[in-house]
């Protein structure tokens, strides 16, 4: 037996780049519309490439003052609101008892669903109701603060080297852990043109390099950024997920939705400028589904090239797609790019009078049919997904995961 819980811990500033000591106002915060908490890689329909951070909004109790700016002495900031970072956690509490039913032990285990900062353009308060609307931003926001110096990316310099020198930058050293190995993009290209990232802001560079790189962001529970291919996370473990007739019984998936074949993705041609890359005889089969990218910093054909051959390698085959919702216990600790197997078999129904047991029949045998196989579709566990956007519903306690078949082609997505 157990219980589980969601609690707000916020960490305000207490000087420039610099935080003070973590406070748990989950009391303050209302449980009246408590928000989603979403995080995604290439999950949006007809698009590929996407890169966003995700957002929350909570509405606080500041009857007693405690969320005013630091002019107020009551208030908890003693510095500006603004990227005042803000976790979720959630708390699922393991309770063991005796053979009487007395208690005995009780464990509990932390997961963070949500690393944020406060963006305080955004604050509203509503003095009426004695309230405080605080729109929060995931972490990666802070790149969106950050202003590449003329000069950190220079002609010459390989796209690696490029990443490593927009993110370096003391604002986004304090909230963030960068280790040059885990910037490995799938591509590692040449800046032709290294003046274009110029006081650019540095969310824009990011998503321009990631572009080019073919490569997706993430922020693993420890803190630090990945950059890397969109291949399935071999350092994590396999989610195994069952549905709902599971001869074993171990279904832990609430709901499975939108299960389609992935056609919405398809990439059979890409341009860049003149260049291009097709895939003819898919685009013969199913009709031109074609990416345009836009790259001012990369001027050499024949990295333009690169470039546009390997988003229509990754994305010319259709992958299947679902979503499925499971317990907030078992989708707390999963992670974009985890590798998933699910078992959804169809339904098993008698033949006949009953339901033979598997061994104990055969073809043509009147008095014991195999049974009728029922359902609209089914999953084999050999299929291998991984996750492309997670979210958490803090109010039924349930996780939303959705899926990508893993690979790039026909034979792969599968496990032995």
Known sequence: MGSA????????????????????????????????????????????????????????????????????????????????????????????????????????????????????????????????????????????????????????????????????????????????????????????????????????????LLLATNSVLRINAANEILISDRSVDDAEPTINLYGKNDLSGRENIIDLTEFNIGFHRIANSAKSGSIESNDSGSITELGLRQKSIDLQFITSEATLQEIVDRVVSDFVIPKLECKVRVPMSLGSDVSLLQKVNINYPLALEPGGDFLPVVGGTSYGDTAAPYPIETGSISILPTTLFKIIEIEHDLNSMESVLKLRQAGTGFEDGYTS
């Open 5 to 208: 819980s969601v609690r707000f811990i916020l960490t305000p500033l207490i000087d420039a780049n610099l935080y003070g000591d973590d406070i748990d106002i989950s009391d303050f915060v209302s449980t009246d519309s408590l928000p989603s908490i979403s995080s995604f890689i290439d999950s949006e329909d007809y698009d590929i490439g996407i890169f966003s951070f995700g957002s929350i909004q909570i509405v606080c109790d500041n009857s007693t003052g405690g969320f005013n700016d630091f002019s107020d002495s009551r208030s908890v900031f003693n510095f500006y609101r603004d990227l005042s970072r803000l976790r979720v956690v959630f708390t699922e509490t393991e309770i063991t008892r005796d053979a009487s039913g007395i208690v005995t032990a009780s464990t509990a285990t932390d997961t963070t669903l949500f690393r944020g900062l406060i963006r305080d353009e955004a604050t509203r308060f509503d003095p009426v109701r004695d309230s405080v609307t605080f729109e929060v931003l995931s972490l990666e926001s802070i790149l969106s603060n950050v202003r590449i110096p003329p000069g950190q990316v220079v002609d010459g310099m390989l796209t690696t080297a490029a990443i490593l020198a927009v993110l370096d930058d003391v604002k986004l050293d304090a909230l963030i852990d960068v280790d040059p190995l885990n910037i490995t993009p799938d591509l590692n290209l040449v800046v032709d043109n290294g003046g274009y990232f110029d006081a650019l802001n540095g969310l824009d560079a990011i998503k321009q």
